[in-house]
């Protein structure tokens, strides 16, 4: 099963409202488990960098200003998504942003069925809690040392760890070894019968050690509980 884990960069926060998308990062999944495949791109939006979201990114209309402008990154970004499941967190946000950007150039649209929201998956998970990536990495002990703005690839990295956990954990991720989880091999234990002794086996106390504990035992009184697990000491045959 592959999935891509997206984020986006852009403008603002209106995508029908003059905002455009500046940065795609995305990482693949493959059986809940990273292959190292991403796919990253800068985009000029063709417009000024407000200064609010300057801050929140850093990329800067300058920085931006030589980028390839959407249209001529579509095809690519479309052939590296495929038909394959997306995982956004806040998905109608980036989604609203990537559709918007589609839709201006007469590209198909990024179809709703086809994406896994987990901001929506974390408030099931923790109803009353804060849910943001932020909030989530430190519930779930993410490293987000790197993270000094936001960046489109590295918080598709990071989100692909929270994913995981939202799931169930990084090691539940290990069930997808193979391409389809329904084959997945299951753990079978033959069942055999044990193995009987063909006698017992002879004591290692020896006769002295025997009559040694039996007087100690009668030393503990009528009343001590072991009066009722004592055997009678073995007779000595005259050696060990």
Same mark, same amino acid.
């Given at each position: ?84 499941? &997306? ?70 990295? @990071? @989100? ?5 956990? @939202? ?57 001590? &509980? ?15």
């Amino acid at each position: 099963m592959r999935e891509l884990v997206l984020d986006t960069e852009t403008t603002g926060l209106e995508a029908n409202g003059g905002d455009r998308l500046v940065e795609i990062g995305c990482v693949e999944m493959v059986n809940r488990i990273l292959t190292g495949n991403v796919y990253h791109v800068y985009i000029n939006p063709e417009r000024d960098m407000p200064i609010e979201a300057f801050n929140v990114h850093g990329l800067s209309t300058e920085f931006l200003s030589d980028k390839l402008v959407f249209s001529t990154i579509a095809d690519e970004f479309l052939e590296f998504i495929a038909e394959d499941t &997306l995982v956004i967190h806040n998905a109608a946000f980036d989604v609203g942003f990537l559709n918007a950007e589609l839709g201006r150039i007469g590209r198909p649209l990024i179809a709703r069925d086809r994406v896994v929201d987990t901001l929506a998956l974390a408030r099931r998970k923790h109803p009353g809690g804060g849910n943001r990536l932020d909030d989530l990495m430190n519930r779930y002990g993410i490293d987000s040392s790197r993270r000094v703005k936001h960046g489109a690839l590295l918080d598709a990295e @990071l @989100l692909a760890e929270v994913y995981s956990e @939202l799931l169930g954990g990084r090691q539940a991720s290990l069930i997808g070894l193979v391409e389809d989880e329904s084959e997945a091999p299951r753990l079978v234990i033959e069942a055999k019968a044990a193995r009987q002794r063909p006698g017992v086996l002879p004591s290692r106390v020896t006769a002295e050690e025997a009559e040694a504990h039996a007087a100690f035992v009668a030393a503990l009184g009528e009343k001590a &509980l072991w009066l009722k697990y004592a055997a009678p000491a073995p007779e000595s045959e005259g050696g060990v």
